[in-house]
Structures are given as structure tokens and as C-alpha cells.
């Protein structure tokens, strides 16, 4: 089966129906996407399917044929990190960083669709992301911080 991950074609085995996460991590080499429960419920694995933030714990590999994935690592343009990236790293966000993948992929998809959102607006968008190390202000302040310079010019 033909996948498209991180604007790259990769052709992938699928006996048994692997999930995503299990394509990126094992077949793909892609490790920044973390394993966390297996449930959808903490966000680690999220990545992008055409656009959306999508747990890759559970979504079928099948299920994202003719469609484009972006992972963590596929965010880096030309030697830059992406501005939430940059942002979350200006703002000293994470301590563990296992969220890290899941937190940045739902937030990049969060302010690409929703310039100059409020806190609630972001705490909102963030939800079903789950950090052990309780870093939320921190997270909710660096993505207000982006959204509102966004929409400063």
C-alpha cells in the first residue's frame, strides 16, 4: 500500500491491518510520534491527516490511503522550526516532552484554522491533549502569545 507521510510517498506492508502509529514507528522509522495509551485518550500519538489532528493509536493505516500525513518531524521547513515550535521553545513549555508530538501537531492544526483566539478558545482546541507534567498555562500562554502576534502582522 502506497502512504504519503511528510510530502514523501512511502509504499507499506499492511498484513493484519496496522494502525498508523505502528506504520510511522516501525516501517517508517518516523519515532517522533509517541505511543501513550493506546486509546486515543492523551493525545501523544496525534498526528495530521489532511489537516486534522488524528490519534494514530487507533486509526487504521488503511484508512489514510489517498491522503496526506504530517508528523513532527514533517513540520520543519528549510532548516526552520515551525512557529509553534518556536513559540513553545521561546516559552520554555515542557518539562518530559512525551506530549510534545501530540501537543504540537493539535496546536499547529489549532492556529492555522484560528487566528487571535481567546484562552478558552485555545484551552478548547487543546482538549483530549493530556500532560502528566501539568504544563497547561504554559502551553495556553505561548499558543495565545503566537495567535495574537499572528494577528498583529
Do not use: W
Request: charged share 20%; hydrophobic share 35%.
Amino acid at each position: 500500500m502506497k502512504v504519503s507521510v511528510n510530502n514523501k510517498e512511502y509504499t507499506v506492508e499492511v498484513d493484519g491491518n496496522p494502525s498508523l502509529l505502528e506504520v510511522l514507528r516501525e516501517q517508517l522509522d518516523l519515532t517522533g510520534t509517541k505511543y501513550g495509551c493506546g486509546e486515543a485518550a492523551c493525545g501523544a500519538c496525534r498526528v495530521l491527516v489532511n489537516g486534522t489532528p488524528t490519534p494514530s493509536c487507533i486509526t487504521p493505516v488503511t484508512s489514510i490511503q489517498g491522503k496526506q500525513v504530517l508528523t513532527i518531524e514533517g513540520l520543519e521547513t528549510d532548516g526552520k522550526l515551525h512557529p509553534v515550535q518556536q513559540v513553545f521553545l521561546e516559552e520554555d513549555v515542557f518539562q518530559c516532552s512525551y506530549c510534545a508530538p501530540g501537543m504540537v501537531m493539535t496546536a499547529v492544526a489549532l492556529v492555522e484554522n484560528n487566528k487571535g483566539m481567546g484562552e478558552q478558545e485555545i484551552i478548547d482546541g487543546m482538549n483530549g491533549n493530556i500532560c502528566r507534567c501539568c504544563t497547561y498555562p504554559a502551553i495556553v500562554k505561548a499558543l495565545h502569545k503566537l495567535t495574537q502576534k499572528e494577528t498583529k502582522g
